[in-house]
Every structure is written in C-alpha cells, then in structure tokens.
C-alpha cells in the first residue's frame, strides 16, 4: 500500500493498494497551493507509480465528494478514462459534474453504506460516515492478506441534520472481526476534545436571521449542504427568499437539491430578478467565496466589482472555516464589507462554524472501538499525523504497529504485521494553466525571485574581436525599482568586464552573456541591495 | 490631527498632532507587507504633508517600544536628526539600539508615569499602561483647544508580573477633568471578553519545564521581556542554564537586563559553548523566529540550517501568538521540527500566549471610567475600528463624537466638537532593499505578475524595410513553462504580425514591440492559459 498524497499535507488524498498483482485507489485528491508555489493553480498526485500499470486497476474509490478526495480524478481519468469509479449517490454526482467540464464520461459503481461489492481480490464493504459534505463513506477492504479500514474524512456529530451518523456499530463489528491495517483521518489529530455539532449553530444563524435589518448575504462551502440547509431553514422561518450565486454554489446546490440531499421549501428559491424586486429585509443571497477567494462573489462585492452592491445595514455571515493561508485574504473581504456599512458574523466573533473532522477525543472512542492491531494516520501534515500516532499509543495500539509514512512510501501488512517495503516517487505534480506536471520547482523558484526582486534584461551588442560595446546597452527592467539613469553606472562595470574577457581571450556570446549578468548582479546587491533575476543578451555587432 | 498611519490597518501607527502652527508627532511604526506586497521590506506612513514642515516639530513622543511604533524613526530622523525623541527608558533605549544600526545620535527626552512636560504649545502627561513590553505610556495632551487621550497600545492585566499595572485611577482623574478627543488602541475591540492575565501561562509553561526529557528551546517575541521572564524563571527552578540565541534577542534581552526590566539570577544565562557541554535537560535556549520568519533562527533549526540541531525528544515551546498572514510559514516550522523528533508545544495546543491588548470588556469599563466626549479608534482595520467604535456608543458617548478615520483624514477639534477638516496624502511608502519610496503600485503589480505568470523575453533582429525577421526570434523565459520547441508555433504568428506592419508602413521599433507583445500574449493565453509578462526586444538588421 502506498499513499501518493494526504500524507505530511492537506489535500490531495490518495492511497492505492496492491494485492495479487492488482490495484484498488482510494480518492485522488488535489491540493491547494502555498504561497511559496506562485501561479500554480493545484498540485496533483505523482501518477508515475502506477502510470505503466493502469490496467491493473479495478476500481477507484471516492470516500466523498470534496475537492481534496475527487480533484484529481478527470487527470486521472485522462489517462484511462474507464476506471471503475466507485461512491456513493452524492459523490458520484459531484464527480460526473466536474467530468463533464473536462468532457469526460466516467464508468460509475454507485453503492451506499452498507453495501459489499467485489473489485479484483478487493471486497469492499462500505460504512457510513459523517463529514461536513453529505454521503460519506468509510471504507472497509478484506483481501487476502487481510482487513484494512480506511475512515476516509469523517467526525462524529451524534446530531447530525440528516441523521446519518458515522456509524459505529459497523466500527465495532470490523474491530471484533480484526483490524489489521486502520487509515485514520488525522486533520484535527491535534485538537483537543470533541468537534461541536453542526445543530449548535442553529441559534446564532438564527440570531443573524432574526436581527439584520436589511438583506442577509451568507457565504459558506459551496458542497456544505447542511450549512446550507440551515440557512435556508432560517430565511424561511424569517420570511426571506434565496438566490444562489456563483457558479460552484450553484451547481452544487442544484445537484443535492435534485438528488434529495437539500430540503427546498416550495417558492424559496427564486432567481437574482425576483429577489431584486423585493425589499431588502426579504432579501436572502448564499454565495461563494468565503475563503476570500480574488474571482469569488463575496470578494467581488467586497471590492464593488459586482452586481450586487453591499450597502448599510446590510449581514454578511461568513459561516465557513479560516484556512491557514486564506486569514489575510479573508480579512481584506470583511474590512471591506465593513467599510462599505455591513455587519459581518463570523467565526471570530459568533458561532457559525463548526469542523468536519474527529477531534482528539473522537479519534480515542474510535481506537477504543476498532482496537486496531496496526495504525496509519493519513489526512494531514506532519503535527497531525503525529498527533493521531500518539492517540492511537494512548489507547493501546503497540507503538511498533503505528506507522507515520511520507507520501510514496510503500508499507506492506504481511502476517499482520507491517513494514516500510519502499518508496515511489510522490513528488508534486503541478496544474499550471494548461500545463500539468511542465512547472518544476526551478520555475516556482525563478517565480519567488521574480517576486521578491524583479527582472532585468539586458541587450547588449558586442564587438566579438574587441569585446567592445557597439552602443550602450539597454536595460528593461520590471518589478526593480529604477529610473532613467539608475543604470548608467553599471555600464562602465560591464564594459570593464567586456574588455577583460577580450584581453583573456574570452568570446563566446554565452561567456559574455554570464559575465554582464555576474556584473549587473554585483552592482544590484551593492548599491540597492536587490538580487534581481537578470536575462542577459549579447547580440555579435 | 491627522493619523499618517495606523488607520486600516495594524502597524505603522503615527500620528501628527497641530496646534498653534507647531507639529507633536506620536509613535512612528513601520507595517509588515503582506504576501501581495512581494519584495517589500517594511511600509512606511508617507511623511509628505509634515516633510515641508519638519522644524515645526516639537516632538515625538514614543508610547512604546514595538516595531510598528518604532520602526519609522530612523527614518523620519533621516529627514530632520535633531526632533526630541520623548519616551519611557525601556522604550528609547530600544529606538537608540535601533538608530545606532542607522548611525543616528538622537536627541532624547526621557519621561516616566506621572511626568508632565511641555513640548511648545503641546502639555504632555505620560500615565502607566501595560502591554506586551514593558514600559508603555498613555499620553494625554492638554491645548488650547482641549485635552486629548492617546492610549498607544495596551491591555487590562490586573496581575502583570512587573505589577505596573494600567493605571485606571489616572483615566479617571483625566475623565473628571475631561476628556475632549479620544485615541483608543482597537486591536482586540472585536474579541469579546478580557485577556487573559500573562500570570495565568505560568502552569503551562512551568508544565513544558518539568516534563521536558531533553532540551527545552524556547521561541517568542525578542521585545517580550516578561514573557521571557516567565521562561527564565521556570529555567531556573527546574535547573536548566540558558542561552539566548538570535541578533534581536541577544540585543534586547541585554538592554531589558542592563536597565533592570529583566531580572536574571545569577549564573543562568551562559553561552552557547557552555551550554552544549551540559547534559541536554539542563539546557534551556530562547531564540528568534516564532513567527516562521525564515531567516530567523527557529525556522534554520526547523530547516536544518543551524548550528543547534533538533533532535529526538526535545521540546520546542512556541510562547507567542500567529500573526495573520503568518500561518503557513509557522506550521511548515512546526512541521518540521515534529519531523525532527521534537515535540513542539503552542498556543494551538497549550495555554501559552495571551494578547498584548484589551478586549472588549476592557474597552467598555475604559470608555466608563473616562467619559470622553469625542472618541476616535485607532490601530486597527476597519473591522476593529468599527467594532472599537460600537463600544464607545454602547457605553454612552454620542455616535456622532465617534469619529472613523481613514490614514491621512484631518480631524479637528473644536468647540468641543471634532470635524473632518480635510486629507493629506497617507500612501504606502515602502521600503525596498536600500531605496526608500522607490517602489510603486505598478512595481508590485509586475511582481506580482512575474510571481504567477513568469517572463518571457523575446529578441526579434528585423528589416525595417521588409518587416522580415533577420533570424529565428530568441525566447528567454523564467517563470513560465517552455521546452526548446515550445516557442516555435509563435514565430508565424510574428512574421504575420510583422508583415502585416510593413505593410500598413508601421515600422518604428517601439510599436513593432507592442506588435510582437500583443502576438506573443495572446499566444500564451490561447495555447496555455497564461499571461506571462512579456518584454519586447526589436533591433535593426
């Protein structure tokens, strides 16, 4: 078994194992770019493991539908479109709407909790599990070297609006049965207790419903149903109508109402017209860009770069989470819609989020339950993983059975027992515009220096037998600061270096072209201490 | 009265004070650049409106010794050496350290709480506030036109360990004078509650002290003496030496210890070589970089870039707070460090940092002991300037004498009454390697550009006459994904473009520029989804 992604980092979850010569996948995830990976827009799974191999798959299994699991499945699928993909209604749902986009159509297996279907050597067995997106599925795997249990994203909100709780008794029956190998989510490893109930934000929903004066406009995740439906309950207790906006929230909503997952009072719902013509205090908007996402709606009005106009007295409730990264970006939106008269609700200052991860106190029930003989955490960077190891140790997992591996290692469970058996390459693989995997870590470095310092060009055409300067060069520079005359003091540094290289016999337009950049690059730190990227060009008079 | 900085955001806190034709100027702080600010060092207030009027200054009276009221010094006393510099000992022994980097002797007027001193027509009376540094100060200015409260940064703690506490009974008394205009520090007025009393870490971090196995390293803010305090008194009772490790730790830790803010018991503190001779739990080491900055200390012990190397079983103690925008940065060194074997204990999972400012509940009994007729936040977004601002108007004071200010915006007092009397330019002026103001909007946004997008530097040599290409255009590009053969579909795309010119008898080098730009951009755009910033490069054949 390996992990090609979700190990050491948030996202792009993706575990393939092997039995028999044979290969069952777990999701295939993307992850979300730092802001040391400038201009990538996500960050695939290496497919090089397995990309020799793709006949040898019998299924992919998507646990639920969030980017994190399902992302990666139209790159995937591009390489072999008919891969039995395997979830649940919901997911499946959200994965045909994206495959369409990349003009894909998938082979699909539906199952629900409950459910034993048999892949290759795999019999899956499928469980209910509860997570901040509906119809998420555990998944338990028998082959013959024996059982592992696979948790997928999941926590344990004993209130859940849909009632469908992770379900434990099957927990309990697999760990009677013996657990061999356990995947635990590990993303809130690291936080203490348990994670709030999705019910416990009723009242301060309410309260926003209840006391805006004018128009409520709530942003949230655009597959959090529940969260959603929530919102909804409150505008039709409170006498408002609701539009969605934004492409994603759209679609999303369109597809769980359909499908039975959004509970829509009849004449709630009504299109941006209608909803225009009412006065402000019937007024309900649900959009997207709660993360402070630059081309989302919210960030739009924030910025009076939409159709709709934040004036004041109107709410904004923010009923989403604050991802590490996005705190800046977040907080622009909310000083913004501030400024423009809002009020704006959220997490930081009333309770309209909870997670949708097991916490500390959730993960130990669960070990207590399951009593694994072995323990992988997977879902998170290293401090939670670390965390989820030490909480499978606290409950008495045998610290030699808990295995923290990185992205690409291979682990093997042979007679119950596990080992490091390898390593497969499990590097990022970049989405860069239209490019997939062309963007190296060269280029996201040439970037930060772009960033950091600018760019200076320089043309210079040279005498090739003098080594002297046929004009002054020019310089064009971008992101340094300079004005006319800032360059004209590197010009004699250049031509004494020219002159130097003539005298050394030096000629080759490669050779110059290092030597002017070496000159521009000394003169740049001493006198302005910057390290611009410098493109020399040397062009023979 | 005019705030240059600190109104919108958090940091470069200065404000000008005018009366009589003479200048007071309060605090002089520099601002963090956030990560659409790349390349920048620090932001400065833009010092345009008083440049013209710099010997009109009487003074400038530092509240307290923090960068972002600090950091702007040197380089106002760059424009004009001799302004008194009017401070509390901890604070201006802090700016001399500071101007001494700069080669500045400054001119300095050292006060204390209950002092009254006279800057020209502007009568100043320094009252005790605590914060995150020691030594911090209120000022209350008594003109012409009235009395005027500026409380510069602080909080409530009624149990700090130097048991100089914010000194309520001064409020009072001034509020029974009253007040006519007052400043008041915004930064939590958005957090409900109180903060929390640095006493109240003790149990934590005295827990880090006696379970540590091995060597206890210490990361904080270099200006947090009591906090460091608190670590060297735990050091010392659990029998461990210390060594300070880090420039600006080293530097203030021995100002703080030399003026006697911190108190270090005899033989504690030793040197590194020392230190490593002990066995590793009785090791202590307190350092920089618990903000993930990369060139600090912890972050080159995350990366394995530093002489101290983590090892299995050490304890690594982040007493300290995340700064917005920092998030990434210091969970990639806190996971790293768990990579390294050390168990890393922070405020995410340990009681061990509080706040430097007052909450809400704070503010509220502020405004009802001092009664101000006129109120204007200040340090702070517009979230917690507005937040500040209900406060004031919960507590009594008339919404009309709350006053939201932007940076530059002059408000007046008079009568009584404040007005908006115009605005001044109150820019970003930043700080960009050695130039000071050099860098503009338009520099970022090409950074900004170059960062996501990369470069792309095309070299034509073309026939003015013909509009033919001498030879294959050169591409250089950094930043943006190519191969040797990428560029080749552009080169018909510019011999049409460039034909097409000589045919309409377009033929100066500038416009055959833009030509081969925009044949290049939209190349890009089309068959890769990017915009690269593209340079243009025509020579005559």
């Known amino acids: 078994m390996v992990a090609l992604g979700g190990l050491g980092e948030i996202g792009r979850n993706m575990t393939v194992l092997e039995h028999d010569g044979r290969l069952l996948i777990v999701d295939c995830g993307v992850l979300f770019p730092e802001e040391h990976q400038p201009g990538v827009d996500v960050i695939l799974p290496d497919f090089t493991s397995i990309r020799d191999r793709l006949h040898d798959i019998d299924a992919l299994v998507l646990t639920h539908g969030h980017e994190d699991h399902i992302g990666g499945v139209p790159y995937l699928l591009r390489e072999r479109p008919d891969i039995p993909v395997v979830g649940s209604r919901l997911t499946l749902a959200f994965v045909a709407a994206k495959l369409k986009e990349h003009r894909i159509r998938p082979v699909t297996h539906q199952v629900r909790e409950g459910d034993r279907s048999t892949f290759g050597p795999f019999d899956c067995e499928f469980i209910a599990v509860n997570h901040s997106i509906p119809d998420g599925l555990a998944v338990a795997i028998r082959t013959g070297a024996g059982l592992i249990l696979h948790t997928g994203d999941f926590k344990m909100d004993q ?14 029956r697999l760990g009677e049965e013996g657990v061999n190998l356990f995947l635990v989510d590990s ?87 209608a909803l225009e013509k009412l006065p402000p205090s019937q007024v309900c908007l649900i959009c997207t860009g709660s993360q402070g996402e630059p081309l989302a709606a919210l960030s739009r009005m924030a910025n009076r770069d939409h159709v709709i106009r934040i004036t004041d007295g109107d709410t904004v409730l923010l009923a989403s989470s604050l991802i590490p990264g996005n705190e800046n970006a977040v907080y622009r939106v909310i000083n913004e819609l501030t400024r423009w008269g809002a009020n704006v609700v959220h997490k930081g200052n009333a309770k309209v989020h909870v997670s949708g991860h097991a916490s500390a106190g959730e993960l130990s029930y669960l070990y207590n339950l399951v009593r694994p003989r072995n323990v992988m955490p997977v879902h998170g960077e290293w401090r939670h993983l670390n965390a989820n190891a030490a909480i499978a140790v606290r409950t008495g997992v045998h610290p ?24 497969v390459p499990a590097g990022n693989v970049y ?111």
């Open 159 to 172: 209130f859940p609006l849909d009632r469908r709780i992770t379900d434990l008794r099957a927990f309990a």
């Open 431 to 541: 989405v860069d515009g239209s490019t997939v995997g062309g963007a190296t870590e060269a280029h996201l470095r040439d970037r930060r220096t772009l960033a950091q310092e600018g760019v200076v060009t320089v043309v210079a055409i040279v005498d090739a037998d003098t080594g002297a300067l046929a004009e002054k060069p020019d310089f064009l520079a971008r992101g340094f600061v300079h004005d006319e005359r800032t360059f004209d003091e590197v010009v004699p540094l250049i031509e004494r270096a020219l002159a130097k290289a003539a005298e050394e016999g030096v000629g080759g337009s490669v050779q110059l072209e290092q030597l002017i950049a070496r000159a521009v690059g000394r003169w740049a730190d001493n006198a302005y201490r910057r390290s611009p990227l410098i493109i020399p060009i040397v062009i023979d008079a």
């Open 187 to 273: 993303t809130n490893a690291d936080v203490p207790g348990f994670t709030t109930s999705e019910a416990e934000l009723t009242p301060a929903i309410e309260t926003v419903f209840r006391t805006a004066p004018r128009r409520v406009i709530v942003s949230s995740f655009a597959s959090h149903v529940h969260r959603i439906q929530q919102v909804l309950d409150s505008a039709a207790v409170h006498g408002r109508k609701v539009a969605f906006v934004g492409r994603s929230m759209v679609r999303n909503m369109g597809i769980a109402r359909d499908l039975g997952y959004l509970t829509v009072p009849p004449d709630l719902v009504v299109d941006m017209k």
């Open 400 to 423: 030699r059975g808990v295995v923290i591996a990185e992205d690409g290692v291979a682990v093997d469970l042979l007679d119950g027992k596990v080992h490091i058996a390898g390593k």
